[in-house]
């Protein structure tokens, strides 16, 4: 791999505050971003991402690639869960396993936005589609998890939630909600009429990612130290999980000439594993499971190998093709 991409990416402002967020948590510093700033920063970049993709998607139209590429998102949302649950059960209880698979098969947001601040910088395009597909790939990884673990628990369905309850608390938690209802009014919105807002979803977006992220590694930071029962099968699957999933993204992406922009931003949503919309459905859905394990290995584990990492090594693989 190029070690230029590397050494660019390290050089990113949003991502070395990230870094700074990790060090202060690991020195035990005193620094942090008040929880009612971090929840506006977070409704913040979904709002920008949404609203921004939903134009571009009105744009673009419904192309063949447009239809590619999000039938391949739903598939990887779908089968990545089924596989990520049989490899976890090897040392994993059903509900565990079902929760971090659900997780996996999932998407984070922030891993995406950071994404396309990437290809940005870099001068590559991609279509506003590709907010859809991350959109589209938020719940059918929640109900596959709770699909499986119904099918292989023992307790004959104590605690688990109907199907009618997953999918409500699914699609109306407030992230999913917020991409989603973002990237319609982006979509039906008046051209003209949204450039009032294009500061505010353009020029500080950057800013509010470096701030958001600053908390994220904060947050990542703690969460790891205290992580420590999953041992090194968990930290394994959180990395070599992600890279497969990547490698085989870009490849089918590149079979089916899907550009490289979207591409890579395909193998990036592939790659990366939910520590929001998730984790708040998983309470309700799958309560016997542990956060413990789902939340920090998404987070602390996943995420920064991802933004530090994963996101040079999959362009770079992108760029083979």
Same mark, same amino acid.
């Given at each position: ?14 991502l070395?505050?990230f870094?700074?967020?990790?060090l202060?948590?690991f020195?035990?510093s005193d ?7 971090s929840?506006?920063?977070?409704l913040?970049?979904?709002?920008s991402?949404?609203?921004k993709g ?7 139209? $419904? ?5 590619l590429?999000?039938? $391949?998102?739903?598939a ?14 090897r ?13 996996y098969?999932?998407v984070s ?8 601040a ?6 590559i395009?991609f279509g506003?589609?590709m ?5 589209l ?11 499986l673990?119904?099918?292989f ?5 104590k605690?688990?939630?109907?199907l009618g ?5 699914a699609?109306s ?7 989603? +209802? ?10 003209k009429?949204?450039?009032g ?9 950057? +800013?509010?990612l470096?701030?958001?992220l600053l908390d994220m ?8 130290r205290?992580f420590?029962k ?7 699957? +959180?990395?070599?999980?992600p890279?497969v ?19 890579f931003?395909?193998a990036?949503?592939?790659s ?32 920064p190998f991802?933004i ?14």
């Open positions: 791999m190029d070690m230029q991409v590397i050494l660019s990416n390290l050089g990113n402002p949003t070395l505050f870094l700074l967020g990790l202060a948590a020195i035990k620094l942090e971003i008040p929880p009612q700033i929840k506006f920063l977070s913040y970049l979904l709002f991402i949404g609203f939903g134009m571009e998607l009105a744009h673009s139209g $419904l192309t063949r690639e447009v239809a590429t999000l039938t $391949l998102a739903i990887f949302s779908l089968l990545v869960p089924v596989y990520s649950f049989f490899i976890l059960r040392k994993l209880d059903v509900y565990n396993a079902g929760a971090l698979a659900a997780t098969g999932s947001a922030v891993t995406f936005v950071t994404a396309s990437f290809l940005a910088d870099k001068g395009t506003g589609h907010v859809a597909a991350m959109a790939m938020e719940s059918p990884a929640i109900i596959i998890g709770v699909t673990i119904r099918l628990a023992t307790d004959n369905g605690g688990k939630s109907g309850h997953i999918l409500k608390d699609f938690n407030g992230s999913v909600l917020m991409i989603l +209802g973002s990237l319609v009014i982006g979509i039906v919105a008046d051209e009429q949204a450039e807002i294009k500061p505010f979803t353009s020029d500080i977006f950057k +800013g509010f470096a701030v958001f590694g904060i947050t990542a930071g703690h969460r790891i205290a420590r999953g041992g090194l099968f968990l930290y394994a699957f +959180g990395i070599i999980t890279v999933n990547a490698v085989l993204a870009i490849a089918l992406s590149h079979a089916f000439g899907i550009s490289p922009g979207n591409s931003l395909l990036v949503l592939a990366s594993a939910s520590y929001i919309a998730v984790p708040a459905a998983l309470r309700l859905a799958i309560p016997e499971a542990d956060p413990g394990y789902y939340i920090p290995m998404a987070l602390a584990v996943t995420f991802n530090v990492l994963g996101i040079p090594l999959y362009y770079w693989f992108s760029q083979l093709l």
